[in-house]
């Protein structure tokens, strides 16, 4: 299994502001991913994190709005860019282990107020 | 497409009595399927995998190819299984698509 520790756990935040949200794990993966679970709905995958070159988004989601790093194996930051209310929500990172069983692993997620 | 469906926003059944959340899915091949689930105040956690066939904290879920299903059962329900249940799918590029998500709530 993996222990993922994402930072900050909660934040309100002015709108306009940017924020960025840290992920890190505590064992080597192949993949790292990005979620939001907005109040009341189900987790939407914004991008997969890819070590060493550009994050590969998925539609409705820009590089813009949400840039993310993710300089080693072990690490990725997501940046809420420009934020308005319809930002608030709940942002998970998601790994899957190098070997070991093939599931997703999630951090606990970090809720952002935008007010 | 690759699509998860679970058609039931809330789902409330009396302790003791038998649960059953409902899952399709869309999916062109063999699909790998999950449940997780995400009890109060606490990160999203896998209950099961169709590959592996096993049964957690007493729930089990069969994959019927021909209904294109994966729906999740249990035979008697107990307070502490109130949470949200997600049915999700591998995706081809090992991305993971979640359904909506059922509330389950156990009464009394």
């Known amino acids: 299994s993996a222990v993922i520790s994402q930072k900050p756990s909660r934040d309100i935040c002015q709108r306009g502001t940017s924020l960025t949200i840290q992920c890190q794990v505590d064992s080597q993966v192949t993949m790292m991913f990005w979620y939001r679970q907005q109040p009341g709905q189900s987790l939407t995958l914004i991008a997969t994190a890819n070590q060493g070159s550009e994050a590969t988004y998925e539609s409705g989601f820009v590089i813009d709005k949400f840039p993310i790093s993710r300089p080693n194996l072990t690490f990725s930051t997501l940046t809420v860019s420009n934020m308005s209310p319809e930002d608030s929500s709940i942002y998970l990172c998601s790994v899957k282990t190098v070997g070991g069983p093939n599931e997703a692993f999630f951090g606990q997620g970090t809720r952002l107020t935008v007010v | ?108």
């Open chain 2, 1 to 108: 497409a690759q699509r998860v469906t679970q058609p039931e926003k809330l789902l409330s059944v009396f302790k003791g009595a038998p649960v059953e959340l409902k899952c399709n899915y869309s999916y062109s091949g063999s699909p790998e399927l999950f449940w997780y689930v995400q009890y109060s105040r606490q990160r999203l956690q896998l209950l099961l995998r169709h590959i592996s066939r096993e049964s957690i904290k007493g729930f089990t879920a069969d994959l019927n190819k021909g209904e294109t299903s994966f729906h999740l059962k249990k035979p008697f329900a107990q307070e502490e299984d109130s949470a949200m249940y997600y049915c999700a799918l591998r995706s081809r590029d090992d991305k993971i698509i979640f359904g909506k998500g059922t509330r389950l709530h156990i009464l009394p």
